[in-house]
């Protein structure tokens, strides 16, 4: 799990944004990782914050099954040059699937999930990425 914490990567393939976000983003000793693969698990977010609150105990599979490995590979991306957003995003990402492997899952469930989602923002905002807007 914490597999991509260890990765040391490149910033996001530098440049200007001043067209939009880049096309791809850079990770060294690996392919451009897509935009559209961490935009997209954000979005994902959206919907596991909800199912977070309403029906914690049906969270695991689609987490797993959605933005899990792409919300790595963003800590992945964030760490060389902002550590402290990726450091947090694993940090949560740890609480929160701790809690939704629980039987049942604590009371505190969709809080862990807005915390992830915050810092799903975080990362996102330091690589020069908009936010997602739930």
Sequence with gaps: MLVAAAVVAAGCGGGSHATGPPASLALPGAPPVPTSEITSAAAQMCGIVAQSHQSPATVLQPF??????????????????????ADQLLSVMLTYEAAIAAQPPPATTGA??????????GAMTALGLAAPAC
Excluded at 112 to 121: H, I, N, S
């Design 112 to 121: 862990d999930a807005d915390a992830l989602l915050q810092a799903v923002g």
């Design 64 to 85: 797993y099954a959605g933005p899990h490995n792409a919300l790595h590979l963003l800590a992945a991306l964030a760490a060389p040059k902002h550590r402290p957003e």
